[in-house]
Structure formats: C-alpha cells, structure tokens
C-alpha cells in the first residue's frame, strides 16, 4: 500500500517533511525508524515522526528510496524527548535526531569529483583565464589520483560556492562528478570456529582422533583440544587468533572442516569492549556503608521501588563515596531486571571511574565517549538497544543513549559545565535533558555533586528536587587542611618567585621526601603564557579571534586555542623591532620547569608529568600516566583541569593551586561559582585516605567570597553569598538566560542583522531583554560578534512559554524579511558560554 509519511532531516530547518513510500503492515511501527530520502540533490537520512493514515493523495511527492531500519532506532520515549529538546532549546527536530544517533548511523550523499582529461598547467592555465578559483580547483585535482570529496574539497580549498562551476566543467568533460553514500556503520564480524557435534559431543571419537594426529600432526591436535577447551567453557575462539598462535596456515582449518570435524562459523565482534589494563582492581562495592551513606541509599531505593522520578540531588563532599552509593543503588535496579545510565562529564578524562564500575559489574558496563571510533559506538549503541549492555556509562550525548526499561538515571558532577552542548545544535544542557528524560520514563534520577550547581541546590530549597547530604569523608578520611599564600603578601618579603611560593615549595619537599603523591594545578584557560614586548606593550594575537596567542615554549610556536591557528614565535618584536619578547603568564610548561630548577637547586630530583591536551592526546596516554603516578614512579602531577576532578589517589596528601585567581575575574556571571567548584574539587583529591592531606592556594586576593568559601570548605557559605547576588543581578536561578549570537565576516552587517533582530523581539513584563552588544571575545575565527542577553523570569514564565513565543515570533519574522547567509544567528537558552 502507499502511504504518506513525515520525515525529520538534519537540516537547519523547523519542520517535517512529507514522502511517499510503499508500505505493509501496522503503520505505527515506521515511528522513528531511519529512511534513505531524495533531498534537492542530495540523499539523507531521514526518521520517520508520525505517519498519515490516509493513502497518498493526488499531488505528486517524492519517494523513500529506502527503509533501513528493521525496528525503529528511535523509541517512543526518545522520540518525546526528542521533542522536547527541539522545543525547548530551539532546534530543528531533524537537527537533534542525528545528533541522538552514533555518527555511522546516518548516511548521506557523498560527492566526489575527479580530473577526467589530464589537464597539463599551461593547459588549465588556457582554459581558465581570469578565474583563480577555477585554477586553483583544477590544480588541486591534477595533484591527486584518487577520487577527492567534494565537502573536503570545499574546505579545503575554502570555497563554499564552486556548485555553479561544477555543472559547467562537468558537461564540458574535464572532470567527473559521481555521487554515492558516506559510509554508514555496520555489524563487523568474523570468523570463529567450533568442533561439530559429531565430535564435540562424543568423547571417545575425539580422543581417536586426537591419538591419530598425535603421532602425524602434533600441531593439529593441539589446535583441536584448544578449540575444545574454548567451546567447553562456551567460548568461539577466533581463526584468526589460533593461527597466529599456533603458527598454523589458514588451509588447516579448511581441510578439517572438510572432513566434518570442525564447522567455521563467522561471530559478531563487539568493538566496544576495550582491553587496556585497568587502574583499579578491587571490588569496592563489598566495603560497609557509613552511617551517613546507608540514609542516603535508603532514601534512593525507595524512590527506586516507588518510581518516582522527583529528581534526587546528592550533596556530598568530595571523598564521601557517593560511588559507593551509586553502586548500591545500580545493583538493586539490575535485580530488577532494569538498565541503568550513568552520565559523567567527560569520560576519555576519567578512565578511573570506568574500572571502579567494571570491578564490580563486570562486561555489563559500557562507555560511550568522544574518543570511541565510529564502529565502536556503533557497536555500543546497538548492544545497549537490544539489551546485553545494562549499565551504560556515558558523556554528554550519551543522555540519548537507547536504553530501554530504564529503572534509573545518574548525573554524576551535575554541576559541570561540560553537560552542555555549545555548537552546533542542538545547545541542549545533558543534565536538564536527564531530568526530562526520568520525567518521561517514570524514573528516579540522581544528581550528583560535592558542589552543586546553584541552581540545582535553589530547586532542592524550593522543593523540586530532593536532597540528600553526606558531610564526612568515607573510611575515617579527614577533609584536607586548606590554606591560601597571599602573593602579593608573599612577594615583598621575598617569599615568592616566579610563580611559586617559598611555602609551597616547603611542603612539595616535605611530600617528596616521604614519597607522597603531588598535584599541582594550573588552570591556563584563557590567559595563561603569552608573549609581551617589553618595550612597546605589543602582545601577538590571533589573527582570526581577538584572543593573545598562547606560547608553547617546546615547540617555540604561538597557538591561538580558540582556532588552533600556529605560527612560530617571533623572535623580535613584530611591531617595534625590539630584540626579544618577554613570556607572561604562567602555562603548566613553564610550571615544570621553574619547579624542577628550584627542587634542585635543593637537591631533589623528581619525577614531574605535566597532565594537559599537549601531552594526553594520544589514546591511553592519560591512563599511562595515571598508573605510574599510582606506582610512585611519578612523584608530581602537573595539570590542567584533568588534574583537577574525580581523580582518587590513596598517595595524593598535597595539592597546590598556582593561581587561584585565572578563572575568578573573567566576564561570566559564573565566573565565581566555578572558582569555588574548581578550589573545592581540586583540594578533593587530597588526604583521601587514612594519611591527612593539606592544599596549598596561591592568591592575591585572599578574601575574595569563592576563596574564603573554599578555604572553609564550605558550601553553605558559597551558596548563601552567591544565591543573594543572583537574585540582586537577576542571574539564574532567578531567570532564564539566553543568548541571541550574531555572527559574519562583516561588522556592519553583523550589526546590522542583530539589531533588526532585536527590534522584531516582541516586549513582555516577563522578559528583561538588553540591546546588542559586543561580546567579550568580539571577534572569533575570522567572525565578528555581537550578542543580545534575554533575562526571562522563571516565576513569571515558569515553563518558558512567553518567552518561546517572542522568539519564536522573531525568529520566523526575521528568516523571512532579513535573514541573511552571510551573518547567522544562533540561539542559546540556558546559555553557559556568555563570553
Ligand atoms: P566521591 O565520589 O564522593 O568523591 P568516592 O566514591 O570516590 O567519593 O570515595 C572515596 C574513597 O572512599 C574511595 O576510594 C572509596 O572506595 C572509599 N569509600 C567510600 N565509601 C567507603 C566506605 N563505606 N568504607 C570504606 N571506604 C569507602
Ligand atoms: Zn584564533
């Protein structure tokens, strides 16, 4: 029968669209299943939304080329929340669809384009006359054998617009335009082998059989019993695997398999698994709870049996074992028979937390991060939907992971910035998303944290979320003793050099000389080692972003990390010609060095490991470094906010902040929340165990709120203080942030666009709305940027609807009368980034 259906497509654009496929059997079940669609001139993957019980009518549409799904990919419970996020964050449901699925699982047209006459230089030369794109084109294809993509071709040569001279060349027979589909993820599998039942199941028959390649070919018969003691414990052991162990050649296998005593079978590989060497290996789940942890899991589990999705905010403090309690709470959903998704900020930076889960549950464990390959997620995902993986740990996107019969939903560290999603869209927060999810799915969720974000704390004092504390370290381990070096104190009585104390290094001795483990943090964001002239004042910038350009003293380059454009670093003054230029600010680098000289100056001789993007980017290279630090092999971490969370060394009894005050001053209303959440977390990785630990900040402004807070480590403290600014300075909890961006390589348009935007936004008592403005970084990879700030009054516009109807009003008002391509607009609500 032909039916008419509507299909979601990941392309910038607010609605379904109708198609025309053949189709048998209960139409409900196309809902969120993946389809292959003609777009323009493009194939896409599509998800089908709803579909239109009438037979297609007379006007003429498209057809579905193809069904790839055999059950939907999409739940119905996915699919709302979906939804939602489409709503709610602003966001073509298309859009949020694809970024719900693995990457491999959405297939698309790919082009690509070859040289078909071999063109010399004069010749092309000849034939383009004027035109440098062409030319340019034309070379870049002589230079290559091989088929080139056309997306690459596009960014690579930056030329967004070279369709109108593709037809062309096409049809003059120069080149060849072919188009096919990207690669979509596919089941791997490979071959195993298994002895038949003939002789798997009778022993004597076997042992003949043994006896008789004993004396002919001993090998053959130990490739035999090896395959027999896999089967007997139900395992298939690969060919591959036997004949590289036993030396053996692929024919053997076939030649017995001839003869009927081993049948080859292929088996389905699970990518996902890894087999790097865990950090930890005890099973911690067997340890008592304290007191305190037996209330809190009570508590959860009997959300768990009434499932009540109310969310559960756990404050603990750092070292108190709310793994623990997850870890409890995991086992009775599973005795359930119910599946569980853990969501952690950024997996690939702690492998840690995976091993502590596998210790105790084993394969059912599965991590979906950044750093997985497409077919390992492909094969994660797929494991998860059908049911072998129950515990799914996960980053950000994992919040859509295809979990089903969920009986309960942690966010680890809810409080971390790293939930929400930047660009593109859809700008979803994961840990607001988790909540709507265990809204959805009738299940209790977990938000976890030793330092709650204000707003999760503000929903538990109001009654929205449910709070649970734990105020005392596990297993008799104190809180560490906290102290702050004044610098500038420090400075003029000669305490302080370079960027380190007297005192500090005082203690690093002291720690060293007992073989106990060391961090030191040094959060660079932003604006740490720059160069400066000392003559003119002239600091390198980046070309594309109005940001100074980091120096990496090893490579001797500057590096702008907001574009990741390098150059090498000057070795004079570019402006006035001055002989040299002096290194500012303090990046874990030169860290390094200035405390290796001044420790030997003293005599010691350290091993010191920075922890940064620099030296981590290899896969596995941060769990290296985290076992020797384990071993005692390394006695000082150095590090970047790897250093800085989740991390739970025994041997860790000091942590030095270099400088407390890089994050305290930015131009961000959450400047001093994450001060105080970065302090307290860093200082969390001392004193863990039964040895007491001590942390060590270096400030200049010691009485700064964040800072004494830390010191005191108190939240309450932080919280009350913070919590009466927000409500003086209408920031969150009390409004709704967002964030209109504008942006394009012309200023005046850029202006221009945002303040015809500003002008269609429709004025309500509900909504502050301010004029556009430059934002802090006003110009970022080669774009100018202006922004307008809506402040929308949650008690006024609880659910955000006023505020979603203004926008939306704009929004459409602006696409049709001013839109423009070259300036785009981005909407950001609940926006973390303001900068
Ligand atoms: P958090 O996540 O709250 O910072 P962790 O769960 O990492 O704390 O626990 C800190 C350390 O204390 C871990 O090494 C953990 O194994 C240990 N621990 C937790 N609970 C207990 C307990 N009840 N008895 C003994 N040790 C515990
Ligand atoms: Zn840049």
């Not at 091989?146 to 593709?166: G, H, Q, T, W």
């Not at 649970?468 to 104190?489: F, Y």
């Not at 990390?561 to 570019?574: E, F, L, N």
């Not at 800085?644 to 305290?664: C, H, P, S, W, Y």
Request: glycine share 4%.
């Amino acid at each position: 029968m032909k039916i008419t259906v509507n299909i979601a497509l990941p392309v910038p654009i607010d609605k379904l669209f109708t198609y025309e496929m053949e189709w048998e059997g209960d139409i409900n079940k196309l809902s969120g299943s993946r389809v292959l669609v003609p777009f323009g001139r493009r194939v896409l993957t599509g998800i089908v939304i709803e579909d239109n019980k009438h037979p297609a009518t007379t006007h003429k549409l498209k057809k579905v080329i193809e069904l790839i799904d055999e059950n939907p990919s999409f739940s119905p419970e996915l699919l709302k929340l979906s939804k939602w996020i489409s709503q709610y964050y602003f966001c073509p449901l298309g859009l949020v669809l694809k970024a719900a699925l693995p990457t491999g699982m959405s297939p698309k047209t790919l082009i690509k384009v070859s040289l078909l006459k071999n063109l010399n230089d004069t010749e092309i030369e000849n034939f383009c006359g004027k035109s440098n794109k062409k030319k340019l084109f034309l070379q870049y294809l002589h230079h290559h054998d091989e088929p080139v993509s056309l997306a690459y071709l596009k960014r690579k040569l930056m030329m967004p617009y070279i369709n109108d001279f593709l037809d062309a060349l096409a049809q003059s027979g120069i080149i060849k335009v072919e188009t096919g589909l990207t690669k979509s993820a596919a089941v791997k599998s490979q071959k195993g082998v298994q002895l038949t039942d003939d002789y798997f199941n009778n022993e004597n028959k076997l042992q003949q059989l043994l006896d008789d390649f004993d004396k002919k070919k001993p090998k053959h018969s130990l490739l035999i019993s090896r395959i027999y003691l896999n089967q007997s414990k139900g395992n298939i052991p690969k060919i591959s695997t036997l004949i590289k162990e036993l030396n053996l050649s692929r024919s053997v296998l076939q030649t017995l398999e001839k003869k009927g005593i081993v049948k080859i079978i292929e088996i389905e590989i699970d990518r996902s698994m890894t087999d790097e060497k865990s950090l930890s290996e005890r099973d911690e789940s067997k340890l008592p709870l304290t007191e305190e942890q037996q209330i809190c899991l009570d508590s959860i589990i009997s959300s768990i049996d009434k499932k009540d999705s109310k969310p559960i905010l756990l404050h603990g403090v750092t070292g108190s074992g709310k793994t623990l309690i997850y870890m409890h709470a995991i086992r009775h959903v599973l005795q359930k028979n119910k599946n569980v998704l853990l969501l952690v900020p950024e997996i690939s930076l702690t492998p840690q937390l995976i091993d502590r889960f596998r210790n105790v549950f084993g394969d059912s464990v599965v991590a979906l991060h950044s750093r997985m390959s497409e077919g390992e997620r492909f094969d994660a995902w797929r494991f998860i939907r059908n049911g072998d993986k129950r515990i799914v740990i996960g980053a950000r996107s994992a919040v859509f992971a295809p979990l089903q019969n969920t009986g309960l939903i942690i966010v680890d560290e809810e409080h971390e910035q790293t939930y929400k999603q930047d660009s593109p869209a859809p700008r979803y927060n994961a840990r607001d998303t988790a909540v709507m999810r265990a809204r959805f799915e009738e299940t209790p969720i977990i938000l976890g944290s030793a330092t709650p974000s204000i707003e999760s704390m503000y929903n538990a004092e109001t009654d929205k979320y449910k709070l649970l504390e734990i105020n005392s370290r596990a297993d008799n381990a104190q809180l560490p003793e906290i102290i702050t070096v004044d610098k500038i104190a420090a400075a003029k009585t000669g305490q302080f050099s370079g960027s380190l104390s007297k005192l500090l290094i005082d203690e690093i001795e002291e720690k060293l000389t007992n073989k106990e483990g060391i961090i030191l943090f040094q959060n660079r964001r932003g604006f740490a080692s720059f160069l400066e002239c000392p003559d003119c004042g002239y600091i390198p910038m980046c070309k594309n972003c109005d940001v100074s350009l980091t120096y990496h003293k090893k490579k001797n380059q500057l590096r702008c990390h907001y574009c990741g454009y390098t150059i090498d670093a000057y070795k004079s003054c570019p402006a006035c010609g001055y002989p040299e230029l002096k290194e500012f600010g303090f990046g874990t680098q030169r860290i390094e060095d200035e405390l290796m000289s001044l420790l030997q100056k003293d005599g010691f001789n350290p091993v010191i490991q920075r922890v940064d993007l620099d030296t981590t980017h290899k896969k596995g290279a941060l769990r290296r470094i985290f076992t020797a630090f384990i071993a005692g092999e390394v006695d000082i971490l150095v590090g970047t906010q790897m250093v800085a969370k989740g991390l739970d060394f025994e041997r860790v009894t000091l942590v030095g902040v270099i400088n407390a005050d890089l994050q305290m001053f930015l131009p961000d209303f959450r400047a001093t929340e994450r001060t105080f959440q970065l302090l307290t977390q860093v200082a969390g990785r001392s004193g863990r165990s039964r040895k007491a630990g001590k942390v060590l900040i270096q400030t200049s402004h010691p009485r700064h709120p964040a800072i004494k807070a830390a010191l005191n480590s108190s939240y309450n403290m932080f919280y009350k203080k913070e919590l009466a600014s927000r409500r003086e300075m209408n920031y969150p909890p009390f409004v709704r942030f967002t964030l209109i961006e504008f942006s394009g390589k012309n200023e005046t348009s850029v202006e221009q666009k945002a303040n015809e935007f500003f002008n269609l936004i429709p004025r309500h008592k509900s909504f502050l709305i301010f004029g556009v403005t430059q934002p802090f970084i006003p110009k970022l990879q080669n774009k100018y940027r202006r922004i307008i700030i809506i402040k929308d009054n949650k008690q006024t516009d609880p659910n955000s609807k006023i505020m979603r109807k203004a926008l939306t009003f704009a929004f459409d008002e602006y696409s049709k009368k001013y839109s423009s391509a070259s300036v785009s607009v981005k909407i950001d609500i609940d926006a973390y980034n303001s900068m």
